[in-house]
């Protein structure tokens, strides 16, 4: 406090109360806060003169600023503590009403605080005055998380930034500041109130110049059909200092998103640029259609092909060979930032790279339906262009779908069918076989959601027995049967037995939904349950007999 104040003004004086009213003030809380700070303080220097066994209460009085003391004590039979209660009878002496339980006061003369205890005195107010400051600032800043605020650059340590906010001081860690940036005692400063925690030394206020809602904070006020709600920003997505995306949206056909937020020549976007010392922001139109919002989160690159994986919320983007640069961007950040944006695993393609890799799968899917069918490659290119990728599909494909291809006889649809069947049988037998050999057992075996290959795939990865696959959580399981070198784990195995692996034996990269591996490891851990209520029952077997048992 900047009052210079060497003790407490005389007792009973109205200085008393100028003097909590000019503390009220400096530190922006109420009266009775300080007043409050000052009967506690009374209290203590009280009960260093008359006892620290006894309970004193000290009151200052509102309008004359005239202080009382008294002693408290209870009425109680029998008696405890003599310091602190009052026998029945003595307290009918005071009081004629007076009964057990009740609070009798009992008034004190006035003390004269001398150097220590007025020294005491006044420790005991700041320290209360400071606890009811730092709660007020609390109070007041919790309610404004999500706000940008203006402050003054306080002071530095270690790189993190102290700013004055007037009624209190935020805290900017260095990751939160932008590169570009170099900041002095006595700048101005506008940042983002991210958290308010409220801790013993006083409150914390976490700001923040490099989240994602900085920026949508910066456009809501920059551009009115945001901060309306006509104009909504649904996502955002920042390499703080350098660049960002946006992705907007209007709820008005009538207006364009994209050019509300631009402005009159750029005019928008530009106060916020000039803001985020130089960020240059993207500012993209939101589609409900997965694969457009895409296309234009990699903006300035142009898109030829989109392929999505909808489970694993992955995306090839094939661009022409003179946009990759674009799509991708300086270090990449152009395709993570869209990434980040989507939130979508984006992998970049040339059109050549596409076109070779494409091939490539056709040689390995014809030079398997040669080798597994014992067909010519004549037969099996015409199956693999008529879209036939597995021994599934053309083995339980409608026969009438099969004998509708051009240049393939009925007869010869049927013994295509027929071979495809006797293969994938003979293949799931022999995965049997390896399966057993691994060691999986059959209860493992007979939950139905597991085929016969992602057995092997189990058994590859030392997963055998029910302990073993419910011990896995969702995730563990499906990234574990989407085991990258199960078919090289499952030749080495071949080559250890000193077999030969059999025709249309294919291990490839099995995808299970979250759901479906829910429902194995709930199977596998049935037994568990199972075993628990076994338990159960066996012990209300062996306890002996109750009234209610033999009633």
Not at 137 to 160: A, C, T, W
Not at 332 to 351: D, H, S, Y
Not at 507 to 532: G, S, Y
């Amino acid at each position: 406090m900047t009052q210079n104040v060497n003790a407490f003004p005389e007792l009973g004086r109205p200085e008393l109360l100028e003097f909590a009213q000019s503390i009220a003030n400096e530190r922006l809380i109420d009266t009775d806060v300080v007043l409050g700070a000052m009967e506690e303080a009374v209290q203590v220097a009280a009960l260093r003169k008359y006892g620290q066994d006894l309970e004193v209460k000290a009151s200052i009085d509102r309008k004359s600023g005239e202080i009382t003391l008294q002693r408290v004590l209870e009425v109680a039979d029998p008696v405890d503590d003599w310091h602190r209660q009052i026998s029945l009878e003595d307290g009918k002496a005071r009081d004629p009403d007076a009964k057990i339980g009740d609070r009798l006061h009992e008034p004190l003369p006035p003390i004269d605080l001398g150097r220590l205890s007025a020294q005491t005195a006044k420790q005991v107010v700041y320290r209360l005055v400071r606890e009811a400051e730092r709660k007020r600032q609390y109070e007041e800043f919790k309610g404004r998380v999500g706000e940008i605020i203006n402050g003054i650059v306080k002071r530095f340590e270690y790189g993190n930034v102290i700013v004055d906010l007037g009624r209190a001081e935020g805290f900017m860690r260095r990751d939160q500041t932008l590169a570009k940036e170099a900041y002095r005692t006595g700048d101005r400063i506008r940042a983002y109130i991210m958290e308010v925690r409220e801790e013993t030394r006083g409150p914390q206020i976490l700001l923040s110049r490099a989240c994602n809602e900085f920026l949508v904070k910066l456009f809501a006020q920059e551009v009115p059909e945001i901060y309306d709600g006509i104009v909504e920003i649904v996502a955002a997505a920042r390499d703080p200092g350098s660049r960002a995306k946006i992705a907007v949206i209007s709820n008005d056909p009538g207006i364009d998103p994209v050019g509300a937020c631009v402005g009159m020549r750029g005019s928008r976007v530009q106060a916020v640029v000039g803001e985020l010392q130089g960020e240059r922001v993207d500012i993209i139109q939101w589609s409900p259609d997965t694969a457009t919002f895409i296309v234009n989160a990699l903006v300035p690159a142009e898109v030829t092909k989109v392929i999505l994986d909808d489970e694993a919320t992955r995306v090839e983007v094939v661009v022409p060979e003179n946009q990759q640069s674009y799509a991708i961007g300086r270090r990449g950040q152009n395709v993570r930032l869209a990434t980040k944006l989507t939130g979508w695993e984006i992998k970049i393609l040339t059109e050549k790279m596409e076109s070779d890799r494409r091939q490539d799968e056709l040689r390995q899917l014809i030079k398997m339906f040669v080798k597994t069918l014992d067909v010519d490659e004549v037969v099996a290119h015409l199956l693999v262009t008529e879209g036939f990728d597995s021994l599934e599909a053309i083995a339980f494909v409608p026969f009438e779908e099969l004998a509708e291809i051009e240049g393939l006889r009925e007869e010869v649809a049927e013994e295509l069918r027929e071979r495809a069947t006797k293969v994938i049988l003979e293949r799931n037998e022999e995965l049997l076989k390896v399966r057993t050999k691994l060691g999986v057992t059959d209860e493992v075996a007979a939950i139905e959601q597991l085929s016969p290959s992602m057995l092997v795939v189990l058994g590859l990865n030392s997963v055998r027995t029910l302990d073993q696959l419910a011990d896995l959580s969702n995730d563990e399981l499906t990234e574990l049967l989407a085991d990258k070198v199960a078919v090289e784990k499952l030749r080495v195995f071949y080559q250890a037995n000193d077999e030969e692996m059999g025709p249309g034996i294919q291990l490839p990269d099995v995808e299970l939904e979250q759901d479906e591996a829910n429902q194995v490891i709930m199977a596998a851990r049935a037994h568990w349950f199972a075993d628990d209520d076994a338990g159960s029952d066996a012990a209300r077997a062996d306890a002996p007999p109750t009234a209610e048992t033999t009633a």
